[in-house]
């Protein structure tokens, strides 16, 4: 008896250590998911404020600003003023950072040092709400949420009622689109992200930011240029919600900005040369380069 | 449930010999795990006999040894058997699947197919292979030796036998209950995770715009109550589920218990002799321990329907056909005037409305045909018609005079090139990505064609050159360099049909114009279609074809259709 005892007891002992050599294979993914999520958690917080936004007006100052991605600055000091109701257009070659600079505006990052303020108030004083208050960032991005087109204008600004979500639409140019689907406007952005092309899906995403009418405007105008077709009426719709505004574009194409009241040529994280077209044709080598470059490019035939 | 080992089955393909070989090495296996409880029967039964001996003693001794070994053994073949033909079966799943896709209309995987793939490539196939194929062979052995098990209580006694046979019917009844409480809770639980998922992508996606229009909060209890939905059905399941595997442990202890009163019964009232007591004492644990596991082992099966069926319904989706065998070399003896592509009478519907009504029309050889109308009208369907994206639904389009549907899908995709604003490059040196064009091209002509694409000085200044990895954790490229690249490859490629979206050359400013002459360059003597934006840039083009509503309803060159009044002559001046 004592033997069968043994027996069993040894049969259940050296099972469960094998059950708990069973498990010694996922120690190592263990580790490897912890150490995952510990990065991810170390990861620093953007600096943000509490204060709500008390600036004067709505200029905004770019101060010595130097900023880097890990290891590598990409802006290297930049200053520059933009005044209220003007429209300042930042322009250079890919990868000279006028993306960076922009995104900086709308506390995408925080920056290395210098100083970039609003009316006089820094925007790492102001609680992130208080600066998303002030400014409409139109970038290049395409998404829409699983929801309804009308609800992803709506987040613009939660209160309007159906009249000024409508409107927002209209002056988006997203009538004529809107018409062609089904539900119209109620259409869900998951159906209609088949239906849509990235120019139209992009017009949701203006009207949005038309109805948001953030006294700021960051805007990147290769928005503009997704549907070439609609070009005119892009242009007419962004005419309409840039009025009155403190507005950045970042320019591509040169003939849209050729108008604005302060084109900033940056290169190389360093902005060479800021003053209108004019000036810089005369005064700026860089900048009359890409100008030209530009007038050729846009005679181009596929063939002659 | 014998159903899904059934399913899986029927998914093993060639190897399912193999597969059945490793259910007989599983049942010796498992009939050598029990020898030595046999073997110390005996001995228990020598001794109380008073027959045991040396010899025997050694006997014995030997024979344990060689059941423990034999053993192994078997366990071993089993896993080569098994183990093994699961990971080859699905190896051969895999590779069948590449080739499956293939074979699939272009349109389906821009029709949100993608994550559907990923999931059942990373998710569905996986679970299967490692959780299930492993099983199979115990299972079925597991249902075997309990019915020998029960048998053998029927040869010692007909009322044992009997009563193993009611435990074993209550072990069914609880397993199959369990089973059902699993099955229907994991489809509750996929769901509520599938939803889960959807809302964390769209967080994560969207969190600038959430974070640019104060959402945080609104959006942040949304995906709590998403996460917290999710926490409770799963600790549902658990509710629901727990009780029934105390249930089936219950049903082991009690069966065990119950047969050894009924034996206690038997031997008191002298029904059986004290060696069958022994003998059952050992045998007793081991009783229903294989009905027991089989429930056990089969729960984790349950979840096994639903990948089989998403696996099954990316299988399910049609191929395109490519049952032509003609090539264009057979036919390119046409004359130098004979028309290089023709749309004949064209219908064409995503689903059931139609997106191209009877569109007609033909580009000679070596002529530039634009196609223009506004947004969505349908002028980039009729190009991806012609490279079989999709097939037509009536009329046909030929090229070369050769129906495109006739001709295979290889030989089709050699005669064009694409263009597209979307460009995608693999994640391997810049040589090998321009070197897909045509694999078998000289070093020379991969550098001469990034020259004509205008990208060989870029690539010079890379880090390494040619042989610069791009991609992730390589050099990464602005999106007019990646235009280019792809262009250097279409350029190799040198096919004489070129598909081209104009919109391409104006994606990225600074590199406008460079990307503006690598096209040139590509579409010299070409037959050209091209699915234009900016009417400048196609002034020149032989034949224009304004696609407006499904149809083309204007055709000709520049001047001819500036002179009709048309659309076309008011989209030239809104755009001048």
């Known amino acids: 008896m004592i033997r069968w005892c043994l027996y069993f007891a040894c049969r259940s002992r050296s099972g469960r250590l094998l059950k708990a050599l069973n498990f010694a294979g996922k120690f190592p993914q263990l580790d490897y998911k912890i150490a995952e999520l510990e990065k991810m958690m170390d990861h620093p917080p953007l600096k943000e404020g509490t204060s709500p936004f008390k600036g004067a007006d709505h200029d905004v100052e770019f101060k010595n600003v130097h900023f880097g991605y890990e290891d590598t600055e990409v802006l290297h000091g930049v200053s520059l003023s933009l005044k209220q109701g003007t429209t300042t257009a930042l322009v250079g070659e890919s990868g000279s950072g006028k993306s960076t600079l922009a995104k900086l505006l709308v506390h995408y990052y925080d920056i290395d040092s210098g100083n970039i303020t609003i009316g006089g108030q820094d925007i790492t004083d102001m609680s992130l709400k208080a600066l998303n208050d002030q400014v409409a960032f139109v970038s290049q991005e395409q998404f829409l949420f699983n929801t309804s087109l009308y609800e992803n204008i709506l987040i613009g600004k939660p209160a309007a009622t159906k009249e000024e979500v409508l409107t927002a639409a209209e002056r988006a140019q997203c009538n004529e689109f809107l018409e062609r689907l089904p539900d119209g406007i109620k259409t869900q952005a998951a159906d209609g992200g088949k239906q849509l092309s990235g120019g139209e899906r992009q017009r949701i995403s203006l009207a949005r930011a038309i109805l948001k009418n953030a006294p700021i405007i960051v805007l990147d105008e290769a928005t503009a240029f997704m549907d070439p077709e609609n070009e005119e009426k892009m242009n007419a719709a962004l005419n309409e919600i840039v009025k009155d505004k403190t507005v950045l574009v970042i320019a591509h194409r040169l003939s849209t900005i050729k108008n604005a009241d302060k084109i900033c040529v940056m290169k190389e994280g360093q902005c060479i040369a800021a003053d209108n077209h004019d000036g810089l044709m005369k005064t700026c080598p860089e900048y009359k380069k890409l100008w030209d470059a530009s007038v050729s490019a846009s005679t181009w035939k596929v063939r002659e | ?576």
């Not at chain 2, 079966?89 to 993608?114: I, Q, S």
């Not at chain 2, 010692?156 to 369990?178: E, K, Q, Y």
């Not at chain 2, 596991?293 to 490519?322: P, W």
């Not at chain 2, 034949?543 to 060159?557: A, K, P, Y």
Request: aromatic share 8%; net charge negative.
């Open chain 2, 1 to 576: 449930m014998l159903k899904i080992m059934h399913r899986l089955m029927n998914n093993t393909g060639k190897y399912k010999g193999r597969i059945r070989a490793s259910y007989i090495t599983a049942f010796l296996k498992d009939l050598m795990m029990k020898a030595p409880l046999m073997l110390c029967f005996f001995c228990i039964s020598l001794f109380m006999q008073g027959q045991m001996d040396k010899t025997k003693c050694v006997f014995l001794g030997a024979a344990v040894l060689a059941s423990v070994i034999l053993q192994a053994v078997f366990e071993h073949l089993s896993n080569v058997l098994q183990s093994a033909a699961g990971y080859m079966v699905f190896a051969d799943m895999r590779l069948r699947l590449g080739d499956h896709l293939r074979k699939l209309p272009m349109g389906y995987f821009t029709e949100g197919n993608m994550g559907k793939i990923s999931s059942v490539l990373a998710t569905d196939m996986v679970f299967i292979e490692e959780n299930c194929m492993g099983v199979l062979s115990e299972l079925v052995t597991f249902i075997i030796s309990q019915g020998i098990m029960t048998v053998m209580m029927f040869v010692m006694d007909i009322r044992l036998g009997l009563l193993s046979l009611l435990i074993v019917a209550a072990f069914v009844i609880v397993g199959n209950l369990m089973l059902k409480v699993s099955t229907d809770h994991s489809v509750i639980k996929q769901e509520a995770g599938e939803s889960l998922t959807e809302e964390v992508l769209d967080f994560a996606e969207g969190i600038g715009i959430i974070k640019s229009y104060n959402m945080l909060g609104n959006r942040s209890k949304r995906l709590t109550d998403e996460f917290e939905l999710s926490c409770k059905k799963s600790i549902d399941f658990e509710v629901a589920y727990g009780p029934w595997t105390r249930a089936l442990y219950l049903t082991f202890g009690a069966g065990t218990a119950l047969v050894l009163a009924l034996c206690a019964y038997l031997f008191n009232t002298g029904r059986i002799s004290d060696i069958y007591m022994v003998g059952m004492a050992l045998f007793l644990f081991d009783m229903f321990v294989s009905i027991r596991n089989y429930y056990g082992q089969m729960a984790r099966l349950t979840v096994t329907n639903a990948c089989l069926d998403r696996i099954e319904e990316v299988f399910a989706a049609e191929e395109l056909k490519d049952e032509g065998r003609n090539t264009f070399a057979d036919t390119a003896s046409t004359g130098p005037d004979a028309a290089e592509i023709v749309y004949d009478n064209v219908s064409f519907a995503y689903t059931d409305k139609d997106v191209l009504k009877n569109v007609s029309f033909e580009v000679k050889r070596g002529e530039m045909a634009a196609l223009v109308g506004p947004s969505g009208g349908g002028k980039s369907t009729i190009a991806s018609l012609l490279a079989r994206f999709w097939d037509v639904k009536s009329g046909r389009i030929l090229v070369e005079g050769e129906d495109i549907r006739n001709v295979s899908l290889g030989s089709l995709m050699d005669h064009i090139s694409m263009v597209f604003q979307r460009v995608y490059l693999f994640q391997d040196t810049v040589y090998n990505n321009i070197a897909i064009g045509r694999p078998d091209a000289a070093r020379e002509e991969v550098e001469e064609a990034t020259k004509k694409a205008r990208c060989y000085d870029f690539i010079m200044q890379l880090p390494e050159g040619f042989d610069t990895v791009i991609g992730e954790g390589g050099a990464s490229l602005s999106g007019g360099e990646k235009q280019r690249i792809s262009i250097a490859r279409c350029i190799l490629k040198d096919s004489s049909i070129v598909i081209l979206d104009e919109a391409t050359a104006s994606v990225d400013a600074d590199n406008e114009r460079a990307i503006q002459e690598a096209i040139s360059e590509l579409c010299k003597d070409k037959t050209l279609l091209v699915i234009a934006h900016r009417l400048k840039t196609i002034k020149d083009a032989d034949r224009i074809f304004v696609v407006s509503e499904d149809e083309i309803t204007e055709r000709g060159d520049h001047d001819t259709l500036c002179k009709q009044n048309g659309m076309y002559s008011h989209m030239v001046l809104l755009q001048a």
